[in-house]
Structures are given as structure tokens and as C-alpha cells.
């Protein structure tokens, strides 16, 4: 009968077989990770991102978990914030805009693969740096999912029949814009136009309420007529020509807005424009997408093309988003190799493939996929969606040193001061003092 | 030891004991943390002591808070205390046999999440196709910018929070005055009371304490409420909406300025704090002389 003791040379006989033993490659050998992943708003983009993660988690044989975390009611803000705070949580984050430079602190920088994809791809746009870069380091991978440009997106019929303006001319369809059209586009004429819809019964839909999207339209607004409220330095340059130029525009653009637009959330302009109300928004091709679904008619007649040149430029509202690993991540190798296989060029193409369009690659190379030439009714519609030519990819709030711009982005700086210049009649000085104070307000460390 | 163990006192603190941990970890080091929060810079870092109290006594936009948050609460509790408690008498006088229907109904406001109930209220103002205004078109009245303009936004906010407020009054009056004994009315009606005297001398004399008790909830609820304004407005048109919580939430989790953002909601609680001492010293004093 053998015994059942393990005693001290049993053990130190496993021990030593131990240590010679091969190594097993299990199932799950290279450990585990959990990514919670932005909740796209359109439907298919999530599976499009999870069926990638599986292939590469299949592959690396790393035991992964995906959640995806909505934006609605901030959800994705909280997570987060409450991760940074808890210093527990994810491996891996999507990063909304201004949120990679706010847990600079907390994140692992990730050079390596960015200065790699910069390398294969191209440059990124100077808003994506602007965020994703802080003293010299990149804080998280420019990510393609959720990642947008807010240009205009106008109705084909209403803006010829009563503008004038023939929009698949000037921005056609698989080819390169119409240079005398495209530099007739301007604020001046994108103000003739919102007068002549208005007129004719379907006004422009640009939010002035203090969502993103009335935020980034403002933005570029304010951009495309020198105006920046606080500089690269960090200096209050609110009080000067190129802000008083642009509110007397506002106040003239609003006068043709609906009168509600201060109320306005990001729901709200796209409501306007699937309804048929509205010839022209701002907006990424998710009213268009939902348009082809909810009112077919509509949807056959919109084009989204780039936002009008003002005299410093033509500056195009952009949202990036990244995907930033945590420090207290316990799998930073696994974290990077799953974001650097996300950043593939084939990647990209599924991702941006399962959002039909909607995302926008943050690389200059990875924007030539075939989609935004065939997707439609109309066929074409998203061509011009993907920044090129003489586009400025602006963030709202640019230049000021981030910490201040994500306040006066948050806090719709710009929207309020058109609010308190138009609709509550205030004179223009003391919007300027009221914007300065809240500026000085923001400077605080 | 065994007599310890046998005492009722010790029984009753180890059956309380789950939900004293459960209070001490959800609500007391939250609370904490928050205060410990508010003496923290920008960036976390350093401490500052009351340096951001400073800072925000000085911002025009939080006296803006401050100013709207108290039109708010006190305004919309008044409403939500006179309409309780017109309604609680209706339903008092309601036959015995129909009246747990009408309870029943006048609660679903009150039962309902508010986050939900908002949700329709949104639709009922919205900008552009607000039923509100489809209705007053057919009877050729003008439309309202209920969300836009300034002083409409507000009133959509209190109007809201009275709907969804109202029915607790309601239900607490009625319990109170389901408790007044039938005899002080009979005495009264004796003596000649008329319908005012007998509100006024026995009515709510014997209700007060629940008055008492149910206002400072209410305001203590209501100034610390947030899902109402944040679904509805946001805090806007220009800030002229936001109460404590959602100016909080803009500056904490928005702005990423958490510091700032639990000075803004610990601001509430030196204002509460003094309204509790007042009502409950009453009621205090009041069960003395009883």
C-alpha cells in the first residue's frame, strides 16, 4: 500500500520535474484583457470591432473581455473618470476628444506605436496630435472607431431650387471638388444661402445650445474668422477684432436659424433634417444613415461635403478618439499588441467598412477605402466626407493649451456668447468682459 | 458573556450591522472623500484647503447656481406642499371604497423613474416638435420656446419636478390626516367651528410636524436633484437652468475639474444642514410640549 503523505522529498522531486518541464502553451497563455470600447451609434460598427478582437485574440491566445460603454448620459465620461480614480478597472479605454490629455497622468504612452503607425501610414491631422500628444508623448493610439468629422451636410434638391447652389457640382462624386466652386464656398455665402432656405421655408439647422455638436459648429465659425479666445501660449485673446467680426456674423446667421436653437442637443439637428425640415446641418453621416432608414426620400437627396472657407481658412469640426491603455493595466504587451493589430490598414478598412463610412481613419494614409465613393442613395454622398485638400481638421478650442479648451468646450464658451450677443441682446463688450472672466476662471491649476 | 449576547441592544446592532456597513461604505466615506476631494488643486495634486471655495465665491456663474438652485427648490416644494395638499383632501373625502384607485393613480408621478418620466416631458417641450405647441398652434396660439428661452426653461424644470413631487406630499398628508381623530372635529363642530376654523385650529395644528418633516425631505431631495434638469436642459439656455447637481457634473466629469466640481455639490450642505436644525428644533420643541 503506498502512502499518501506528500512529504519533503516528494515534493522537492516534483519541484525539480517542475522546472524542467516544457512550457505548455495553453488556451489562454498569454493572460487576459478587458477593453471597453466606445458604443458606436451605428448599428454593425460594434460587431465589425469585436469580430476583429476575436481573430486577434484567437491568434495571440489571450483571454479577452469587451464592453461596450455608451456616451449616452455621459456613461462613457464616468467610466473614465471613476477608473482613473479607482486606479482599477479596464486594461484598455476608448477616450473621447479631450479625455487622453485629461488622465495624462494615468495612462502609459505609447510612442512606440504611434510614431510606428505614423511611419506606415502618414501623418495624423493636426487636431489629433493637438489632443493625443501632450509634452511630447502620445497618450493613447489615435483609434478609427468613433472617430468623426462634422462638415456640413446639406439637402442636393433645396439647395439648388432655392440657394442656388448645385452641391454634387462643386463636391462631385468621385473626383476632386470644383476649385472655383469650392472657392466660392465661403461664410459669406454660407450666410446668402441659410437667408434664401429660410425664406423659402427650410432653415439651416446649426445648434447654438451647449452640446458637442453646437460647440464644434461654433468652433469652426469662430476658427475660420481668426477668432481664438485664448492662444497657444495660454494668453486671453478673446478681446479683439476677429471676435467682434464674428459674433456681428453670428448674430446675422441666427436671424435665419429656427428660433429654438439655443435649446438644441445633438439629437436635435439631425431630428431637423430628417424630418425634412431643414436644408443643411452639421453633422457626421449619422442623420444621413438613420434618413435612409426612417425617411428614404430625404436621405436620397443629402451630400455631405466640407465646411466653408472663412478669411483664415476652411476649418472642418473634428472628434477624435483613442484608445489609451491605464498604468495599473497587468497586460500592457497584450493592451499594445491588440491596439497596434486595430491599426492595421486592413483593420481600419473593416472597422470603417462596418460603420458605413462613419468613421474617419486618424492616418492620411488609411483615407482612400473604396466606401465613401460607393455608399449611398445618393451614390457618392460620403466622398467628400474624409478631410482633404485645403481642409484645416480643427478641434473647438484650439489653439489654447488643452486644459483650458476642454472648459471652454465643455462649458459651450462660444455658444454662450453668441446666446448672450443674439438672443439676449447683450451689447458686445459685455459679452467680451463676460467671456473674459469666465477664461480667467479656467486659467486656474 | 453569554448576557451580552442576550441583550436586546446587541441583537438589534448586529441586525443593523449589514446596513451600517453598507451606509458607512455608499454614503459616509463617499461624503468624506468628497470633502477630501474639494481641498485637492486642479490636477489632484496638491492641497489647497479651502483655496477652491475661494476661487468659486468669486465666479459669477456659481452665484447664477446658487441664485437659480434655491428659486428651485423653495419654488417648486411650495408648489409640491399646496398641491399635496389640496389634493390629499380631495382624496380623503373620496368615498372609502373608490379612494385606494385614486391613490393608486395619483402615485404613478412619484413611482415612475424620473430619468424616464423626464424623457416623455422632453418630448412634451421639445424645440422643434414639442406637443405642447402642436396643440396651441390648432387653437392659433403662438409657440412657446419652452427649452429656449431663459424664464420658460425654468418654469419647464419646476413644472416637472411639482409633477413628479407632488403625489408625496399627497401621500404623506393623507396619512396625516387619516390620524387626526374625528373626535377633535365633532368638538369643534360642537363649539361652532366653520369649515376654515376647523382647518386652521385643528387640521393643521395636528399635521404640522408631518408638514414639517415632509418640507425639509422634499428640500433637501430637491435641491439635490439633477436628472430632471440634465434631461430636460442640460442646465442651459446659458447656464440659466443649472441647479447644484448638474453644475457640478459639468465641472467634475465635463470640464475634468473634480476638485472645483465637489466644492459646487458640497456647497449644499451648510444650506441644508442649517434648514434641517430649524424644522427639526421645531419638532422637537413641539413633542416637548406634547
Same mark, same amino acid.
Not at chain 1, 473614465?80 to 476628444?97: F, N, R
Not at chain 1, 467598412?353 to 445618393?378: C, H, M, N, T
Not at chain 2, 421639445?126 to 392659433?140: C, K, T, V
Given at each position: 500500500?503506498?502512502?499518501?503523505?506528500?512529504?519533503?522529498?516528494?515534493?522537492?522531486?516534483?519541484?525539480?520535474?517542475?522546472?524542467?518541464?516544457? /512550457?505548455?502553451?495553453?488556451?489562454?497563455?498569454?493572460?487576459?484583457?478587458?477593453?471597453?470600447?466606445?458604443?458606436?451609434?451605428?448599428?454593425?460598427?460594434?460587431?465589425?470591432?469585436?469580430?476583429?478582437?476575436?481573430?486577434?485574440?484567437?491568434?495571440?491566445?489571450?483571454?479577452?473581455?469587451?464592453?461596450?460603454?455608451?456616451?449616452?448620459?455621459?456613461?462613457?465620461?464616468?467610466?473614465?473618470?471613476?477608473?482613473?480614480?479607482?486606479?482599477?478597472?479596464?486594461?484598455?479605454?476608448?477616450?473621447?476628444?479631450?479625455?487622453?490629455?485629461?488622465?495624462?497622468?494615468?495612462?502609459?504612452?505609447?510612442?512606440?506605436?504611434?510614431?510606428?503607425?505614423?511611419?506606415? /501610414?502618414?501623418?495624423? %491631422?493636426?487636431?489629433?496630435? /493637438?489632443?493625443?500628444?501632450?509634452?511630447?508623448?502620445?497618450?493613447?493610439?489615435?483609434?478609427?472607431?468613433?472617430?468623426?468629422?462634422? %462638415?456640413?451636410?446639406?439637402?442636393?434638391?433645396?439647395?439648388?431650387?432655392?440657394?442656388?447652389?448645385?452641391?454634387?457640382?462643386?463636391?462631385?462624386?468621385?473626383?476632386?471638388?470644383?476649385?472655383?466652386?469650392?472657392?466660392?464656398?465661403?461664410?459669406?455665402?454660407?450666410?446668402?444661402?441659410?437667408?434664401?432656405?429660410?425664406?423659402?421655408?427650410?432653415?439651416?439647422?446649426?445648434?447654438?445650445?451647449?452640446?458637442?455638436?453646437?460647440?464644434?459648429?461654433?468652433?469652426?465659425?469662430?476658427?475660420?474668422?481668426?477668432?481664438?479666445?485664448?492662444?497657444?501660449?495660454?494668453?486671453?485673446?478673446?478681446?479683439?477684432?476677429?471676435?467682434?467680426?464674428?459674433?456681428?456674423?453670428?448674430?446675422?446667421?441666427? !436671424?435665419?436659424?429656427?428660433?429654438?436653437?439655443?435649446?438644441?442637443?445633438?439629437?436635435? @439637428?439631425?431630428?431637423?433634417?430628417?424630418?425634412?425640415?431643414?436644408?443643411?446641418?452639421?453633422?457626421?453621416?449619422?442623420?444621413?444613415?438613420?434618413?435612409?432608414?426612417?425617411?428614404?426620400?430625404?436621405?436620397?437627396?443629402?451630400?455631405?461635403?466640407?465646411?466653408?472657407?472663412?478669411?483664415?481658412?476652411?476649418?472642418?469640426?473634428?472628434?477624435?478618439?483613442?484608445?489609451?491603455?491605464?498604468?495599473?493595466?497587468?497586460?500592457?504587451?497584450?493592451?499594445?499588441?491588440?491596439?497596434?493589430?486595430?491599426?492595421?490598414?486592413?483593420?481600419?478598412?473593416?472597422?470603417?467598412?462596418?460603420?458605413?463610412?462613419?468613421?474617419?481613419?486618424?492616418?492620411?494614409?488609411?483615407?482612400?477605402?473604396?466606401?465613401?465613393?460607393?455608399?449611398?442613395?445618393?451614390?457618392?454622398?460620403?466622398?467628400?466626407?474624409?478631410?482633404?485638400?485645403?481642409?484645416?481638421?480643427?478641434?473647438?478650442?484650439?489653439?489654447?493649451?488643452?486644459?483650458?479648451?476642454?472648459?471652454?468646450?465643455?462649458?459651450?464658451?462660444?455658444?454662450?456668447?453668441?446666446?448672450?450677443?443674439? !438672443?439676449?441682446?447683450?451689447?458686445?463688450?459685455?459679452?467680451?468682459?463676460?467671456?473674459?472672466?469666465?477664461?480667467?476662471?479656467?486659467?486656474?491649476? | 458573556?453569554?448576557?451580552?449576547?442576550?441583550?436586546?441592544?446587541?441583537?438589534?446592532?448586529?441586525?443593523?450591522?449589514?446596513?451600517?456597513?453598507?451606509?458607512?461604505?455608499?454614503?459616509?466615506?463617499?461624503?468624506?472623500?468628497?470633502?477630501?476631494?474639494?481641498?485637492?488643486?486642479?490636477?489632484?495634486?496638491?492641497?489647497?484647503?479651502?483655496?477652491?471655495?475661494?476661487?468659486?465665491?468669486?465666479?459669477?456663474?456659481?452665484?447664477?447656481?446658487?441664485?437659480?438652485?434655491?428659486?428651485?427648490?423653495?419654488?417648486?416644494?411650495?408648489?409640491?406642499?399646496?398641491?399635496?395638499?389640496?389634493?390629499?383632501?380631495?382624496?380623503?373625502?373620496?368615498?372609502?371604497?373608490?379612494?385606494?384607485?385614486?391613490?393608486?393613480?395619483?402615485?404613478?408621478?412619484?413611482?415612475?423613474?424620473?430619468?424616464?418620466?423626464?424623457?416623455?416631458?422632453?418630448?412634451?417641450?421639445?424645440?422643434?416638435?414639442?406637443?405642447?405647441?402642436?396643440?396651441?398652434?390648432?387653437?392659433?396660439?403662438?409657440?412657446?420656446?419652452?427649452?429656449?428661452?431663459?424664464?420658460?426653461?425654468?418654469?419647464?424644470?419646476?413644472?416637472?419636478?411639482?409633477?413628479?413631487?407632488?403625489?408625496?406630499?399627497?401621500?404623506?398628508?393623507?396619512?396625516?390626516?387619516?390620524?387626526?381623530?374625528?373626535?377633535?372635529?365633532?368638538?369643534?363642530?360642537?363649539?361652532?367651528?366653520?369649515?376654515?376654523?376647523?382647518?386652521?385650529?385643528?387640521?393643521?395644528?395636528?399635521?404640522?410636524?408631518?408638514?414639517?418633516?415632509?418640507?425639509?425631505?422634499?428640500?433637501?431631495?430637491?435641491?439635490?436633484?439633477?436628472?430632471?434638469?440634465?434631461?430636460?436642459?442640460?442646465?442651459?439656455?446659458?447656464?440659466?437652468?443649472?441647479?447644484?447637481?448638474?453644475?457640478?457634473?459639468?465641472?467634475?466629469?465635463?470640464? @475634468?475639474?473634480?476638485?472645483?466640481?465637489?466644492?459646487?455639490?458640497?456647497?449644499?450642505?451648510?444650506?441644508?444642514?442649517?434648514?434641517?436644525?430649524?424644522?427639526?428644533?421645531?419638532?422637537?420643541?413641539?413633542?416637548?410640549?406634547?
Amino acid at each position: 500500500m503506498t502512502s499518501g503523505t506528500f512529504d519533503r522529498r516528494r515534493f522537492l522531486a516534483a519541484a525539480a520535474a517542475a522546472s524542467v518541464a516544457p /512550457y505548455v502553451r495553453t488556451s489562454h497563455a498569454a493572460g487576459s484583457l478587458t477593453v471597453g470600447f466606445w458604443d458606436h451609434w451605428v448599428p454593425g460598427a460594434n460587431a465589425g470591432l469585436t469580430k476583429l478582437c476575436s481573430e486577434w485574440a484567437a491568434k495571440e491566445k489571450v483571454d479577452l473581455k469587451i464592453d461596450f460603454i455608451t456616451s449616452q448620459g455621459q456613461k462613457l465620461l464616468l467610466t473614465i473618470t471613476s477608473e482613473a480614480q479607482a486606479k482599477s478597472g479596464h486594461d484598455v479605454l476608448s477616450l473621447p476628444s479631450w479625455y487622453a490629455a485629461a488622465q495624462a497622468k494615468n495612462l502609459e504612452p505609447v510612442d512606440d506605436i504611434v510614431q510606428t503607425l505614423i511611419a506606415q /501610414y502618414g501623418a495624423t %491631422g493636426a487636431g489629433v496630435e /493637438y489632443l493625443g500628444k501632450q509634452d511630447g508623448h502620445w497618450l493613447g493610439v489615435p483609434a478609427t472607431a468613433g472617430a468623426q468629422m462634422k %462638415g456640413p451636410c446639406g439637402r442636393i434638391d433645396l439647395f439648388k431650387e432655392h440657394a442656388g447652389i448645385e452641391l454634387t457640382k462643386m463636391y462631385p462624386p468621385g473626383a476632386p471638388p470644383d476649385k472655383t466652386l469650392a472657392d466660392k464656398w465661403t461664410w459669406d455665402a454660407f450666410l446668402t444661402a441659410a437667408q434664401k432656405c429660410h425664406k423659402a421655408g427650410f432653415p439651416f439647422g446649426i445648434g447654438m445650445g451647449q452640446t458637442a455638436d453646437s460647440a464644434d459648429s461654433a468652433g469652426a465659425i469662430f476658427a475660420a474668422h481668426g477668432a481664438h479666445l485664448v492662444d497657444a501660449k495660454g494668453n486671453i485673446t478673446v478681446n479683439s477684432d476677429a471676435t467682434r467680426q464674428t459674433l456681428e456674423y453670428c448674430k446675422k446667421l441666427v !436671424q435665419f436659424l429656427p428660433p429654438d436653437v439655443f435649446a438644441w442637443d445633438d439629437a436635435s @439637428n439631425n431630428k431637423w433634417l430628417i424630418s425634412g425640415k431643414g436644408a443643411l446641418i452639421m453633422n457626421p453621416p449619422s442623420a444621413w444613415a438613420v434618413a435612409k432608414r426612417d425617411n428614404p426620400k430625404v436621405a436620397e437627396q443629402l451630400w455631405t461635403f466640407p465646411s466653408p472657407k472663412g478669411p483664415q481658412g476652411r476649418y472642418q469640426p473634428n472628434i477624435p478618439f483613442y484608445w489609451g491603455i491605464w498604468k495599473f493595466s497587468k497586460n500592457k504587451a497584450a493592451a499594445k499588441s491588440l491596439l497596434t493589430y486595430l491599426s492595421q490598414r486592413s483593420a481600419v478598412e473593416q472597422l470603417v467598412q462596418a460603420s458605413g463610412g462613419y468613421d474617419i481613419p486618424p492616418f492620411a494614409g488609411l483615407r482612400d477605402f473604396k466606401i465613401w465613393a460607393e455608399v449611398g442613395p445618393p451614390k457618392g454622398t460620403l466622398y467628400h466626407y474624409p478631410p482633404s485638400g485645403d481642409q484645416i481638421v480643427y478641434m473647438s478650442g484650439a489653439p489654447a493649451p488643452v486644459a483650458i479648451a476642454t472648459q471652454m468646450y465643455a462649458q459651450a464658451t462660444l455658444t454662450k456668447m453668441i446666446a448672450k450677443f443674439t !438672443q439676449g441682446g447683450e451689447p458686445m463688450d459685455k459679452v467680451i468682459a463676460w467671456a473674459s472672466s469666465e477664461l480667467e476662471g479656467f486659467m486656474r491649476v | 458573556m453569554k448576557k451580552f449576547l442576550r441583550r436586546k441592544s446587541t441583537i438589534a446592532l448586529a441586525m443593523a450591522l449589514p446596513l451600517i456597513v453598507v451606509i458607512a461604505s455608499l454614503v459616509i466615506y463617499p461624503a468624506f472623500y468628497s470633502v477630501y476631494l474639494a481641498t485637492l488643486n486642479k490636477s489632484m495634486e496638491r492641497f489647497v484647503g479651502l483655496g477652491n471655495f475661494s476661487f468659486l465665491f468669486k465666479r459669477e456663474t456659481f452665484w447664477m447656481v446658487v441664485k437659480q438652485s434655491v428659486i428651485f427648490a423653495v419654488s417648486a416644494v411650495l408648489f409640491k406642499a399646496l398641491i399635496g395638499f389640496f389634493v390629499a383632501h380631495c382624496v380623503h373625502n373620496v368615498p372609502a371604497k373608490g379612494q385606494r384607485k385614486w391613490r393608486g393613480m395619483l402615485l404613478v408621478p412619484w413611482v415612475i423613474p424620473p430619468a424616464m418620466s423626464t424623457l416623455a416631458w422632453l418630448w412634451l417641450f421639445d424645440p422643434s416638435y414639442s406637443a405642447f405647441n402642436w396643440l396651441f398652434e390648432r387653437i392659433g396660439i403662438a409657440p412657446v420656446p419652452w427649452l429656449g428661452d431663459p424664464y420658460w426653461a425654468r418654469f419647464a424644470v419646476i413644472l416637472v419636478n411639482v409633477w413628479v413631487g407632488a403625489p408625496f406630499f399627497m401621500i404623506m398628508y393623507l396619512a396625516a390626516l387619516k390620524s387626526v381623530p374625528e373626535q377633535l372635529y365633532e368638538a369643534a363642530a360642537i363649539d361652532g367651528a366653520n369649515w376654515w376654523q376647523k382647518m386652521w385650529y385643528v387640521t393643521l395644528p395636528m399635521m404640522r410636524n408631518i408638514i414639517a418633516i415632509t418640507a425639509l425631505f422634499s428640500l433637501i431631495v430637491t435641491f439635490a436633484n439633477f436628472d430632471i434638469v440634465r434631461v430636460l436642459t442640460a442646465g442651459g439656455p446659458v447656464d440659466q437652468t443649472h441647479v447644484f447637481a448638474t453644475y457640478a457634473f459639468n465641472l467634475g466629469i465635463q470640464s @475634468n475639474d473634480i476638485p472645483l466640481g465637489a466644492c459646487v455639490s458640497l456647497f449644499m450642505l451648510p444650506i441644508l444642514a442649517v434648514a434641517a436644525i430649524f424644522l427639526l428644533r421645531d419638532i422637537g420643541r413641539r413633542g416637548n410640549e406634547a
